[in-house]
Nanobody
Framework: EVQLVESGGGLVQAGGSLRLSCTAS????????IGWFRQAPGKGREGVSA????????YYADSVKDRFTISNDNAKNTVYLQMDSLKAEDTAVYYC?????????????????WGQGTQVTVSS
């Protein structure tokens, strides 16, 4: 059974940085994609970034390009989301999710497994 555990959320001032971690278990190969999504109060869930465990290809939403960096450590089965130059509008619950395959997408319905979420609050 695939399980995902996020960590690293918290409170930070605008302009600051945070690093989120997503540790995955239950995969028997590296043919999967990990995505980060977020949901702000009163809004729908939106894709932030994704990475393929097999070839390291990545994808970013326009709203976070040049500020966020996704990376993976396959030896630790962990994906990181480095978030720099944070803005108040980045405040949300951040979720990591997983899907089998190697196509890197940010379509919520394509992901089958979800973590419990971690809160990120950016004060202005």
């Amino acid at each position: 059974e695939v399980q995902l555990v996020e960590s690293g959320g918290g409170l930070v001032q605008a302009g600051g940085s945070l690093r989120l971690s997503c540790t995955a278990s239950g995969f028997t190969s590296d043919d999967y994609v990990i995505g980060w999504f977020r949901q702000a109060p009163g809004k729908g869930r939106e894709g932030v970034s994704a990475i393929s465990a097999s070839d390291g290809s990545t994808y970013y939403a326009d709203s976070v390009k040049d500020r966020f960096t996704i990376s993976n450590d396959n030896a630790k089965n962990t994906v990181y989301l480095q978030m720099d130059s944070l803005k108040a509008e980045d405040t949300a619950v951040y979720y990591c999710a997983a899907r089998f395959g190697h196509i890197v997408v940010l379509t919520t319905s394509w992901y089958d497994y979800w973590g419990q979420g971690t809160q990120v609050t950016v004060s202005s």
